[in-house]
């Protein structure tokens, strides 16, 4: 290995001398964890004062640096190229730069509690972790890009074959790029690199997992891969998305208060309502993720929208170009759900609640699926709502968090196979599926769940249905929210389908209960206040 280095120094060297450019005799091998590389005394251009890179630290400092800063840190030069998503092999050759990690040593900000943004001249940022800096955690290929090993460096270098690195871009030339390097050749995921690097922001881990700012922002990444920088603390929101409306009131309704622009099931919830007799006077109607009116979110002056992330991204385009940020949730599975809900904790500053809250769910999870696990069998269920809108019944498809629901509760739903959200289906279809129970759920208190069991009861044509020829169809329980969709009354949903499903196995659990104290504790309010309308086994 060491002859490697050597051959590799020596390379270095001739490559330098023959391009014009000046390195001392004096070589060293800088080692941080596993990843090694080779540094040199390398003359940059002294000439040149102009700031190439701001770095902002954690708590909002800058430092500006220019060329003759860099010529302050150990000079690495190493060897590496990029593969394209298809395949290419392109840009291999010899890099010379400063290595990340003694650039942000230098002033105390590498740290495992860190994230770090490199943000472009064009606009595109990367973020990394700490491992990054490290080189850990990054495919490596050799220039056949095949799978190997090896250790690389990321470098932001200013020089590649001996020719100082240009970018020019809208007048302007950049010399700095993200570059991934080795002391043999290494090629790395070109996603990884990075060009006309002009500023690079450290930032905290939230509880989130994703990154805090403390100079007045919080950065989370959302639904859509994207990094959200928003401004603290949050005075007014917008939320493209009803479900996601009830999960701010639910981390607390002073929160709530501060949404300015809703959809319909927001502003028109009862249970939200309860809490919040002001909120029809205060909220705006705003469209709903596919079809927000742009106008209207401008003219309420949000901090911050919040959206879905199935949302029209032309939308969240047009929003984040006035400045707007736009954070994109998935509450369709348990796992989304908590960490949308950690998300909106941190933006909220509400991440202690939140993380209570995800124990809470946890928990509840867990004690639901340690005993279905054991059930004997598991019940054919279809849950059914009724549209006011279409005059029909609609089963949710294999997109919707009501299967995962019935699945958690030792059910199998039979409409899970259906294709995205939901769907219409008529009696003839139920009769093939043949189900062993039935669940009725309804979101308009002018036709409640009980009323459409009534008269499904009473209609000849379900008479012959195995779940109403022996009495298991069942109205979901609705307090002004119905309980089996994504929002904060879920859990009590899956306590409430566990034991419709499994009354055996739950026959210490109580539901009624179990609602009473989760109005106390996480909405602080009186359980007789709530009226709760369904079956309750």
């Not at 700031?51 to 302050?72: C, I, M």
């Not at 390097?181 to 930032?203: M, S, Y």
């Not at 941190?346 to 209570?356: N, Q, Y």
């Not at 979901?476 to 119905?482: A, F, I, L, V």
Request: charged residues 25%; glycine residues 8%.
């Amino acid at each position: 290995m060491r002859k490697v280095a050597s051959l590799f120094i020596i390379s270095v060297l001739i490559l330098s001398v023959l391009s014009g450019g000046c390195i001392s005799s004096e070589t060293s091998t800088s080692k941080t964890s596993n990843t090694s590389y080779t540094t040199a005394s390398v003359s940059l251009s002294a000439s040149s004062k102009e700031v190439v890179l701001t770095l902002v630290g954690p708590d909002g400092t800058k430092k500006s640096l220019t060329f003759e800063n860099l010529r302050e840190f150990p000079q690495v030069a190493g060897r590496g190229g990029l593969r394209t998503k298809k395949g290419s092999i392109k840009n291999v050759g010899v890099y010379k730069g400063v290595a990340l990690v003694d650039l942000l040593k230098k002033f105390g900000w590498l740290s495992e509690g860190h994230n770090y943004i490199i943000k472009a001249a064009d606009g595109y940022t990367l973020t990394v972790d700490y491992d990054f800096l490290l080189g850990k955690g990054v495919p490596l290929y050799d220039e056949a890009g095949n799978p190997t090993n090896g250790s690389m460096v990321p470098i932001l270098a200013y020089e590649f074959n001996g020719t100082p690195i240009e970018f020019a871009l809208d007048g302007k030339t950049y010399t700095l790029k993200l570059a991934l390097v080795g002391n043999e050749t290494l090629i790395t995921p070109g996603n990884r690199w990075v060009k006309a690097v002009v500023e690079i922001d450290v930032v905290r881990k939230s509880s989130s997992g994703e990154t805090e700012g403390d100079a007045g922002y919080v950065i989370v990444k959302d639904f859509r891969n994207r990094t959200v920088k928003v401004k603290q603390p949050v005075n007014r929101m917008v939320s493209l998305y009803g479900l996601a409306t009830q999960m701010v009131y639910f981390l607390g309704v002073e929160d709530g208060k501060k949404i300015v622009g809703s959809t319909p099931l927001a502003i028109n919830d009862q249970f939200i309502a309860l809490i919040d007799p002001d909120v029809k006077s205060r909220m705006v109607f705003v469209g709903s993720p596919k079809s927000a009116n742009i106008e209207t979110v401008k003219g309420l002056n949000p901090d911050v929208v919040l959206t879905a992330y199935w949302g029209d991204e032309n939308i969240n385009k047009a929003l984040e170009g006035l400045g707007i940020p736009v954070i994109a949730l998935n509450l369709e599975t348990m796992d989304s759900y908590l960490k949308s809900l950690e998300i909106v904790g941190d933006v909220l500053g509400k991440e202690e609640k939140a993380k209570e809250a995800v124990s809470y769910y946890r928990e509840a999870v867990a004690f639901v699926t340690n005993r279905t696990s054991k059930a004997s069998g598991r019940p054919r269920v279809l849950l059914i709502q009724y549209s006011m809108k279409d005059k029909a019944f609609k089963a949710p498809g294999k997109e919707y968090f009501q299967n995962r629901m019935i699945e958690m509760a030792g059910g199998d739903s039979v409409s899970k196979d259906l294709p995205g959200g939901w769907n219409t289906i008529n009696v003839e279809q139920v009769a093939k599926w043949n189900p062993d129970v039935i669940i009725v759920v309804s979101y308009s208190p002018k036709k409640p769940a009980p009323e459409i069991k009534r008269e499904l009861l009473s209609d000849p044509a379900w008479s012959q249905i195995k779940a109403v020829k022996e009495g298991k169809v069942y109205a979901m329980p609705n307090d002004g929210e119905s309980w089996d969709y994504p929002a904060p009354k879920w859990v009590l949903g899956l306590y409430w389908l566990a034991k419709v499903l499994h009354p055996e196995l739950f026959s210490d659990l109580d539901v009624k209960a179990k609602a009473d104290e989760f109005y106390e504790r996480w909405y602080g309010i009186n359980p007789s206040d709530v009226n709760i309308v369904g079956d309750m086994p």
